[in-house]
């Protein structure tokens, strides 16, 4: 299980960025995908998460209507689509799969789950002026 990270940069509050999370070695049909970040300081936690059939998401709060997950099975590849970002955006983002568990609680447990998740590299993302 291989994830690959990218599309992190610096953008001026307000901006728009779309990360990408490329699988290989496992059919992302399969597992849990989630976009987690992490700031300096703080610990990493789950930003928005889907199934493994698309069906079911979850978002943390901060990010409910500017951010947005999405999957093409056809390039068994993971989408984040962030908009109206933020300063407190700001962060290494990571993503992560998983065949124990659903959106929700990938997302809401982070540091339950870390040790069944499949982790890729982050990508940095800074919102600022």
Not at 59 to 80: C, E, M, P, Q
Request: glycine share 14%.
């Amino acid at each position: 299980v291989q994830l690959q990270a990218s599309g992190g940069g610096l953008v001026q509050p307000g901006g728009s960025l779309r990360l990408s999370c490329a699988a290989s070695g496992f059919n992302v049909n399969d597992y849990a995908i989630g976009w987690f970040r992490q700031a300096p300081g703080k610990e990493r936690e789950g930003v928005s998460c889907i199934s493994g059939s698309g069906n079911s998401l979850h978002n943390a709060d901060s990010v409910k209507g500017r951010f947005t997950i999405s999957r093409d099975n056809a390039k068994n590849t993971v989408y984040l689509q962030m908009n109206s970002l933020k300063p407190e955006d700001t962060g290494v983002y990571y993503c992560g799969a998983a065949t124990q568990y659903g959106p929700r609680r990938l997302c809401l447990d982070v540091r339950g789950a870390a040790p069944a998740v499949s982790w890729g590299q982050g990508t940095q993302v800074t919102v600022s002026s």
